[in-house]
């Protein structure tokens, strides 16, 4: 079993439909969460930053965390074809820094 | 300048050959990060320095070897690679704290033939 789990797509989806991306994992002891987004041909950028449990939202985008459940999961409401990406999760328990990535889900928001 | 510039973006080579990648960040990091990404699969950790000392090596073979001459400047020295170690190469660096998160650069594309 994967550490890290995360469905990788294609997801389709017309502009403005609301997406919810998710991961799963197995190791309790994370309690850094990222999720990044990667557009063809360049590297990974941070979209969403959290830290243990809960809610955090920025414009369009709310990164929920539920440790409970070992699940995360990023929305994009009004979804826009420049959300047209790669969106990898991550996860740490802090120790070192070192990160554990999903193996990201592509997205494709249709015009 | 972006925060972590990666050179070449694209790199051809043959099994024998010796090439390196180049990795530099601007941003006052002091750890820096390699990272493949093969079609697929999840980004895979392969070295990580910290104020310029090898603080993690994920078994990879000997064949990758890195250099941290500086806080700003990361190596990738490749002999002789095989097939299977084509894959984009990305670095990034951070600031080492266990909360801090990582900046990508844009990579190296390595084919090798």
């Known amino acids: 079993q994967k550490e890290v789990e995360q469905d990788p797509g294609p997801l389709s989806v017309p502009e403005g439909a609301i997406v919810s991306l998710n991961c799963t994992y197995s190791?309790?002891?994370?309690?850094?969460f990222m999720w990044y987004r990667q557009y063809s041909r360049k590297g990974p950028e941070l979209l969403m930053y959290?830290?243990?449990?809960g809610n955090k939202e920025d414009g369009r985008f709310t990164a929920q965390v539920d440790k409970s459940s070992k699940y995360i999961s990023l929305f994009i409401r009004d979804s826009q074809p420049s959300d047209s990406a790669t969106y990898l999760c991550?996860?740490?328990?802090?120790?070192?820094?070192?990160?554990?990535f999903g193996g990201g889900t592509r997205l494709m928001v249709k015009p | 300048e972006t925060g972590v510039t990666q050179t070449p973006r694209h790199l051809v080579m043959g099994m024998t050959n010796k090439k390196s990648l180049k990795c530099e960040q601007h941003?006052?990091?002091?750890?820096m990060y390699w990272y493949k990404q093969s079609a697929k699969k999840p980004l895979e950790l392969m070295f990580v320095y910290s104020l310029e000392e090898r603080v993690e090596n994920n078994s990879v073979p000997s064949r990758f070897s890195p250099e941290c001459p500086n806080s700003s400047h990361l190596f990738l020295h490749l002999h002789t690679l095989q097939p299977e170690d084509s894959a984009l190469y990305l670095c990034a660096s951070s600031l080492g704290r266990r909360d801090s998160p990582l900046h990508f650069g844009n990579g190296t594309r390595l084919t090798v033939t």
């Open positions: 190791n309790s002891a994370f309690q850094y």
């Open positions: 959290t830290y243990s449990s």
């Open positions: 941003l006052g990091h002091n750890a």
């Open positions: 991550a996860m740490s328990a802090g120790a070192g820094n070192m990160l554990t």
